[in-house]
């Protein structure tokens, strides 16, 4: 059989190996010869920079030529001086698609000029949450780099941007597609009539958090923008008072391509509910988050005429019951994605009602609502389709509910009981008895102290266990039945300490990610061992009590593991305070896209 496979040719290994389900699977096959080390540098194209290479005294330009197909570069975790790493970007002779430097703190023009007379097939450029960012480093972006498709420019520093700085943007861009300018507060209407009136290709913009923006812009985008099929606003009143009122609802007549809408905190009355149902365009996404004013006639007039909704978010619409829902899943047949998060009328009753009417469905997310208060029985159908469930902070949801979900769901991939208190570690084993094919498992804040005994759970791959009941024995479980692990989260699992840590060690080959933050349990000597016990270990997080050496973490940075907390004089350094208020607020902003994004 080795004969026979040593005659494929490289092109058959890589259509096989293409089929693995994320880049890190390759590194197994990688290892396994000097042959399959070369094809699977060649399948690589997406690569995240981080400061772990530079500390180990390595360069952009090494891997850049190992890895010779990279389409996508993301330096958005890398928070050290970013011109270096820019710099070897441009002079390499990668044909770049892609680049990442958000949460950097700012980009230096030299740079981005070298970026763009060096990177001709560069289209799309992230410069989200930067700590500075002007109008300079705008016009610069659009003289040196006139080809990008798509730019992300939200949520700037103290320093924003200007209309002005969009004027020139907008004029040299001529091949702009996709916009995002959320969060700059000094942006006006004026923004918009520049991006409409030059932008001929435009398709995408969105705008969240822009206070100087008003529905006279927004109407004036969806009249005079025909490629238009995505739109994304927030923070908007589309009131009868307004002026543009009734001019905004003719506009949408106009946008005959759009596709998707995501309107985010607004004020949405039921008549533009009824414009948009008289459009001449059909939704395929839809997103009313945070809003109100609206009731069940204006969504269900919506609904009726866009039966073709592939993704729906009716985020804290608080007069939604299981009754309602009932009456809309019969317009949801094309529906695959649904978020009904914090919608508290809803009980279990609507999710068995979704599942049964809607036979496309894959991900739903009913976090926050009244899951496992439901009155009556329920008519269980089996929706195979079904992969992600999201059910955190549903106190009343019970083992015998769980259950339930486990017949109706028999291909669940991905499952959050985040702080389901009434969950326990028999709901959850009995969930894992079946033929499980749960990849992610999330029992954080769950009194869960063991996932029970049975055959082992080779697809399990992500254990969110954070504040959890566990202990040493849950964690021997783990080893014995969860061997293909790789990320593994026990911040402050009181109960669990080193004995514990070397079963998982002892049996989880695959272990790349721990998080051991707060486990005052653990000792400080079991970072040493760990990170040279398991090889494909790359990245361990302990507890700030654990004070870590920087001989510690050189040594393991050495074999390939980052140690992250628990730093030497760390907490006393002002720099590192303000460096950490930069990031908690870049967190919330990333916080808040994708609550509003999914």
């Known amino acids: 059989m080795a004969e026979k496979c040593n005659h ?44 772990t290479i530079f500390k180990l005294g390595g360069t952009l330009s090494k891997l850049f030529a190992r890895f010779r197909h990279l389409k996508s570069v993301d330096l958005s975790g890398f928070h050290g001086d970013i011109d270096p790493v820019i710099t070897e970007i441009a002079v390499s002779d990668l044909k770049l698609e892609s680049l990442d430097v958000s949460n950097s703190n700012c980009l230096p023009l030299d740079c981005l000029k070298l970026l763009g007379s060096k990177m001709k097939s560069l289209r799309v450029l992230n410069c989200s949450n930067l700590d500075v960012f002007r109008d300079i480093e705008l016009v610069v972006i659009a003289e040196s780099i006139p080809w990008l498709e798509e730019l992300d420019i939200s949520y700037p520093g103290e320093v924003g941007l200007t209309d002005d700085g969009i004027k020139v943007l907008s004029s040299k861009l001529g091949v702009l597609r996709k916009i995002n300018i959320s969060g700059n507060h000094f942006l006006t209407d004026k923004s918009l009539f520049a991006l409409s009136s030059n932008c001929v290709f435009w398709k995408e913009i969105v ?19 025909p490629q238009l099929s995505s739109v994304s606003v927030g923070k908007i009143e589309i009131s009868r008072s307004s002026l543009y009122y009734l ?46 004013n609206f009731t069940f006639s204006g969504i269900s007039s919506l609904l009726y005429t866009h039966r073709s909704l592939e993704y729906l978010s009716f985020t804290e619409v608080v007069f939604l019951t299981d009754k309602l829902m009932s009456d809309l899943s019969k317009y949801l047949t094309s529906l695959v ?41 329920e008519d269980i159908v089996k929706n195979p389709r079904i992969k992600s469930l999201k059910l955190d902070f549903n ?54 102290k063991n996932i029970g005994t ?82 494909s ?9 654990h004070l870590i050496t920087e001989s510690q973490r050189t040594l393991l940075l050495g074999h390939g593991c980052l140690v992250v907390g628990g730093i030497v004089g760390w907490s006393n350094n002002s720099g590192s305070v303000k460096r950490r ?13 994708r609550l509003i994004h999914g």
């Open 395 to 448: 106190l009343d949801l019970t083992n015998k509910c769980l259950g339930k979900l486990a017949s109706v769901c028999p291909s669940l991939e991905m499952l959050d009981l985040s702080y389901c208190e009434g969950i326990t570690q028999n709901g959850v084993s009995n969930f894992l008895k079946t033929d499980s094919k749960v990849r992610y498992l999330c029992i954080k804040g769950c009194m869960v």
């Open 537 to 545: 270990l790359k990245k361990i997080v302990v507890s700030h009590r």
């Open 454 to 535: 049975g055959s082992e759970l080779p697809k399990l791959e992500v254990l969110k266990a954070a504040r959890s009941g566990i202990d040493d024995e849950w964690l021997a479980m783990i080893g014995n039945r969860c061997r293909g692990i790789m990320i593994l989260d026990l911040e402050g699992c009181l109960g669990a300490t080193s004995i514990g840590l070397k079963e998982i060690l002892r049996n989880c080959r695959r272990l790349r990610e721990i998080n051991l933050n707060w486990c005052s349990n653990m000792s400080t000597e079991s970072v040493d061992w760990m990170g040279f016990s398991v090889p």
């Open 207 to 225: 705008i969240l958090r822009c206070s100087l923006v008003t529905l006279h812009g927004i109407e004036f985008v969806m009249r005079n923008s």
């Open 581 to 593: 208020g930069n990031r908690k607020k870049k967190l919330r902003a990333a916080q808040r896209k």
């Open 337 to 377: 994605t649904i978020k009904l998060c914090l919608c508290r009328r809803l009980t279990e009753s609507t999710f068995f009602t979704l599942t049964k009417n809607c036979p496309l469905l894959e991900d739903i997310d009913m976090g926050r609502i009244n899951f496992g208060i439901g009155d009556r029985t």
């Open 8 to 51: 494929l040719p490289d092109e058959c290994w890589e259509l096989i190996l293409n089929r693995l389900d994320h880049h890190s699977h390759l590194e197994a096959p990688s290892l396994a010869c000097k042959r399959f080390l070369s094809i699977t540098n060649e399948l690589r194209t997406h690569f995240a920079v981080n400061p």
């Open 247 to 292: 001019p905004l609802l003719d506009s949408f007549t106009s946008a005959r391509g759009l596709s998707t809408l995501y309107i985010h905190d607004s004020f949405v009355p039921d008549e533009f509910l009824y414009s948009l149902a008289k459009a001449g365009f059909l939704l395929k996404r839809l997103s009313l988050s945070f809003c109100w």
